[in-house]
């Protein structure tokens, strides 16, 4: 596919509408739904060949964005491993929360190490595993592959009481978003039927693993275009936001961090989704200005959490009056950059240590107030708070500068 106007280079056809049969599979809800006979899809066209020129306008915040991002992962990539980990999980809970799944970062940290936590937490640590396991496998492989995206699909619903059994599986019924819980109708979405699926994911994964597209704009045109297909019954936005760091792992924009870009698209949410929206017409740029906006402000502000990060490690050491290489105690204040929440036995695994000096040493932090503890003896938790402030101020301040920097451009 050509582009039509070298003077608006994301620009090109819009989404077609088709008129398909409809049969409600269960006659339930008000008499208009089960009287619906036939509905509207929206078919996308394919993207494979889509020839694309750079967005002037854009192409100097674009370079800017991947520059900032390419110093954050060379700065601090290598030398705070551990960082990853932390903004990995950022990440997570800022896209679970573009769907309204929210929990308490004390309950997420539990569900994330197996412990009881409420739904929503769980959902959480499975949507952090999915997004850790498909940017490893861009990384490795170097490709974006429909059988890592099924594998975080599996990943995200294999504990999940309604869904385990589509866990993994893309659908093979039709899904619309808004209007009704019985039919398509009033719907504000309504994707492709399911038997388009899978030639749509094929030309989605060709367009993904090319290489003469800008990063940001690849990984901008590769997420809309894969919540325009909606190819699973749920799970599609989490899974989604999940290909934008696959293309930019893939594309080597990134090599050893994961940066918080979904705390920047939930701070305008309805922007978020007006972009989408603005994509289905034939509009690209929406979606490419917040991507590239979001990564922008992302890097930035994550570059301030490291700088804090090495400074608490730093203020944990002077609380205990200095610590010994290899003590239980310095074992545990490496963990804890890591793994702000832990147990005993994650303790254990992270240190080495176990039984009465894994005891003293978790004593030690308590006393120094590096750590806070809850929970029953049975159920023990124990978090560093000062690590866990940091993760939640530097979502609200993506968030926060994301919307400024909107407002005055």
Known sequence: MTIPDADRPLDWAPHVDEVVPWTQ???????????????????????????????????????SALAGLAQLDLTHGRKLGALDQLLLRTESVSSSKIE???????????????????????SM???????????????????????????????????????????????????????SDYSPRNALFV????????????????????????????????????????PFVDGNGRIGRTLIHAILRRRRATRNLTVPIASGLVAHRDRY????AAYREGHARPMVGMLTNATLVASHEARRTATT???????????????????????????LVAEPIITVDLASLGTGYAGAELRHGIDRL??????????????????????????????VRIESVTRRVDASG
């Open 25 to 63: 599979t269960v006659p339930q809800g008000p008499r208009a739904d089960r009287a619906v006979r036939e509905i509207v899809v929206r078919r996308p066209p394919t993207i494979a060949g889509l020839s694309m020129t750079h967005d002037r306008s854009l192409k100097v915040t674009m370079d």
């Open 100 to 122: 309204n799944i929210e929990a308490s970062l004390g309950d997420y940290g539990k569900a994330l190490h197996g412990g009881r936590a409420n739904a929503s937490a769980v």
């Open 125 to 179: 640590a499975a949507a952090t595993r999915a997004l850790a396991d498909v940017i490893g496998d861009a990384g490795r492989t170097g490709q974006l592959r429909l059988e890592a995206m099924l594998a975080a699909h599996h990943q995200l619903f294999e504990r999940h009481p309604e869904m385990h059994t589509k866990a993994g599986r893309t659908r093979t019924v039709q899904n619309w978003i808004g209007g």
């Open 191 to 230: 994707p492709p039927p399911p038997d388009t699926v899978a030639g749509y994911l094929e030309d989605l994964f060709a367009f993904a693993n090319r290489d003469d597209v800008p990063v940001l704009v690849q990984a901008a045109v590769v997420h809309a275009q894969f919540e325009s297909i909606h």
């Open 273 to 276: 989704f007006d972009a989408l």
């Open 309 to 335: 990060i090495h400074e608490i490690s730093r203020e944990w050491e002077e609380s205990l009056g200095g610590v010994l290489p290899g003590s239980p105690e310095h074992r545990l204040l490496r963990l």
């Open 366 to 395: 308590e006393d120094a107030g590096v750590l806070t503890v809850k929970g029953r003896r049975s159920q023990r938790i124990w978090t560093a708070t000062a690590i866990l402030e940091e993760l939640q101020d530097l979502t």
